[in-house]
């Protein structure tokens, strides 16, 4: 047995131990306030069982195992629908960014064990309504003045900003220099006064996700985790842990086990749609999408662990899986005919191909739209011309808004 076998092994049995407590089972009806509390507790129990930040580094609370015992962890919790939704974006990019760039080793710590045991949560204020994919297109401004920054802006698609005590954020600190420039990257807290958080309601009735205002919102410069007006570098740094944290090759959507176990309940033509050849080659052309995926991770975190930087193929995850998700979901449907319409309270986009379908589109622009990941392919992988940018090199205020 290997290593990483005898790992899985070990996670699987905690994880089937304690799914009585925090499971699906466990969550059944509760409202985002008990469901919340659930995983406040299932993360404080992840890390005194030694499951938390598998591949941190010990002196900030870590295991300081490798990603590929991340990865086999996660795959292994991933089926008993654990309350750790709430938690993914703070410990995938703020925290992480966090820890690589605070100047304050000891206060960096402290929060990097607070968010593994769930007391804390980070969120990452990039989007904006007028930036969108563009993160260079950032309007939100910074001033420097007496006692520290002042920020006035807004940001939009800030997932769980309405739970989250502290937050990253990039501004715009010197509108006179191209836009890739004149930005700088801080940490906030998201209690300071100015600070508006409004929860915006999506088509599957969640609200998960907000547009985040900022009135005069004083940060010191203290909390500034970049050079003045070099942020662009460590928003970089940040979207690319994103790529690979945010890996998953079914897209967050239901296994693929699950499409076979539904169209083996469903009829083609009078006959089995198993049987059918449409059917078949969407199987089989979902499963290749996802193995081949899987493989550019598991490249990506031996990378990662032998301290390179992984790539911009990380781009091509969350388009080609979510891209496959939503293919297969809307089949599924089709196949089911009216029961796919059935509305279930408690399913999840895991185990739901209604909901799955429903909340793919947000998949599609969070993290990044597929028209930026298709132009990052494209000039980064392929090596074709880059599109024509009329604002490159200009100053970012004399840019028509």
Known sequence: MSALDGWRKEARAWLASVAPRFGKAARHRLDEAADLALGRAYLAARYDAGFAGIHWPVEVGGRGLSPLHKLVFEAEELPFAMPSGYFGVSLGMPVPVLIRFASDRAWARERAIAALRGEEIWCQLFSEPAGGSDLAGLRTRAEFGDGG?????????????????????????????????????????????????????????????????????????????????????????????????????????PPLELFIETARGCIVNDRPALEDGRVRAAIARAYAARAGLDAIQQRAMRMMAEGMEPGPEGSLGKLVAVRSRQRLSELALDLMGSAGLAWHLDATTRDDWAKSWLDAPTGRIAGGADEMLLNTIAERILGLPQDHRPDKGVPFNQIPA
């Open 149 to 253: 920054w002042r920020l006035n802006g807004q940001k939009l698609w800030t997932t769980w900003a309405q739970h989250a005590d502290y937050g990253v954020i990039v501004a715009r600190s010197d509108p006179a220099l191209p836009k890739h420039k004149g930005l700088t990257y801080f940490w906030l807290d998201m209690r300071s006064p100015g600070v508006t958080v409004r929860p915006i309601r999506l088509a599957d009735g969640t609200h998960h996700v907000n547009e985040v205002f900022f009135d005069e919102v004083l940060v010191p410069d203290s909390q500034r985790l970049s050079p003045v007006d070099g942020g662009f570098g460590v928003a970089m740094a940040t979207l690319m842990i994103e790529r690979y944290a945010g890996g998953d090759s079914a897209g967050f959507g």
